[in-house]
Structure formats: C-alpha cells, structure tokens
C-alpha cells in the first residue's frame, strides 16, 4: 500500500493560482483538488460538524480511490475534554460514514493543556467502530508515558508523529500498522515551508519504520501562501527517492 501525502484541508483563498487556476470557482475546488492529491484532512469537523449529505456530496465529487481523514469534533476533544464520549463519537461517525469508501482515519488532536489521562483515552478509543482507523494528537508532554503507548496499542491506534518547526514534538512510537503524520511548519523560507533535509529525514522515519505495505497518511498543515501544496508535491518525491510507493493522486502511483 502506498504513503498518501496531501494537506490539512483544501479551501484557501490565497492557493488560487497556486493549486487551483485563476478562472476555477471556489465551488469545483476539491475536484481540482483530488486531481492532484490521493487524499486529504478535513478539518471542518473540527469546528461544526457537517450535516452527512454534506459528507455524500463530498464522496460523490471525487474519484474512486480518494481518501478524506476527518478531525474529530473539538466538542468531543476541547470541549467534554475526552468525557462521556459515546454520543459525540456516535455522532461524528454517523455523519462520516457518509463518505462511504472514501472514509479514512480520524484525528483525534487533544488540547495542549489536556494532561495524560489514559482511562478517558481508551474509553473513547472504545467507541469507535473496529473497522475505522483512529490517530490520537496529544499535545502535552505527560502524555509520553508507557502507560499511554500501550493503550494506543492495544486499541491499533497510530500516535499522530506530528513537526513543528522541522523537528518531531512526539514520541516516534509505532502503535499502530498504519501510520500518521503531520507537518505543522517548517523552518524555511519563505516561511511556513520545509526545506529539502527536513523532508528528506521524515521520508527516511517513515520508511524506517513501516513495511512497504503499511498504509502511511502524511499531512501538511502550513496552509500560508500555498506552502502545503508545495511541501506535499516535494514530500511525494522525497519518498519515493526513498524506494517507497506514493500515490500522487487518487488511481494513480509512482
């Protein structure tokens, strides 16, 4: 199975005439999109959850073989903070499910200030169907402990490897047989983008660390002046460089 590399959302305005040409409409955006990228995160899930035929129309403007990860509602993450998660977790995935066989992970990104809390973690975990893949974004350091690896493991969910800056914030724990990556900015220039060694060592991390095989999601989230694009268009070569399968857009790998 391929590495799919694509970006953290899709709808910038200031990716017109970087991604998207001058003349498209904002409304055929994920078409023009999915012309270029296997798979993408959205994050609007994050915010307000979608209605699900609004995850219908999404599955029926792209291609076969397009994957779209969801972020999790921060109701279920920022707001109950990971408490009573059977109906927030319930919710989100009967909306999701909408995108039938386009569903990919889903992305749990815990609040900074949410301190390791590994019984809350694996109730949540719990309430996912088996069949959904789940990465899990801790942002406080308490978080790196024995304890919280294994409850990654034992539910076969991937620790989110997320950068920041062009080094990793996380732990490189392998939890899962699926892999996710996020690239939240880079440290050249022109800012927020990643200069070729920072690429190059993650691509090297990755096919370190998972068989060929192994489903691997990277995404970039340095959305500014088009850097995402750029980054996920040079990662794609990097690991390839790797002798590793990337898919460069849906149906289609090199």
């Not at 409304?27 to 798979?39: G, K, S, V």
Request: aromatic share 12%.
């Amino acid at each position: 199975m391929p590495v799919l590399i694509g970006t953290s959302g899709w709808q910038y305005k200031d990716w017109r005439g970087v991604l998207y040409p001058e003349e498209r409409p904002q409304r055929l955006w994920l078409e023009e999109y999915a012309d270029h990228f296997a798979t993408v995160e959205n994050n609007n899930a994050f915010y307000r959850l979608p209605e699900r035929r609004t995850f219908t129309d999404w599955r029926e403007r792209t291609p076969s073989g397009f994957v779209m990860a969801v972020k999790a509602s921060r109701y279920l993450t920022h707001i109950k903070r990971l408490r009573d998660p059977e109906e927030p977790v319930r919710r989100l995935m009967s909306h999701a499910e909408g995108l039938g066989e386009r569903l990919g992970p889903v992305l749990l990104q815990l609040p900074p200030n949410l301190r390791c809390d590994t019984a809350a973690l694996d109730a949540v975990l719990a309430c996912f169907p088996a069949r959904v893949r789940v990465a899990v974004e801790p942002r406080h350091d308490s978080w790196w402990t024995d304890e919280a690896e294994d409850v990654l493991r034992k539910r076969g969910a991937a620790l989110c490897w997320a950068d920041r800056g062009s080094r990793p914030v996380t732990p490189l724990w392998r939890t899962a047989d699926w892999g996710y990556v996020r690239f939240h900015a880079g440290r050249a220039e022109p800012w927020p983008r990643y200069g070729r060694q920072a690429l190059t060592t993650w691509a090297g991390r990755i096919a370190d660390a998972w068989p060929d095989r192994a489903d691997v999601f990277a995404y970039f989230n340095n959305d500014p002046g088009g850097a995402a694009v750029r980054d996920a268009d040079a990662f794609t070569r990097a690991v390839m460089e790797k002798g590793r399968t990337a898919r460069l857009a849906a149906g289609h790998r090199a």
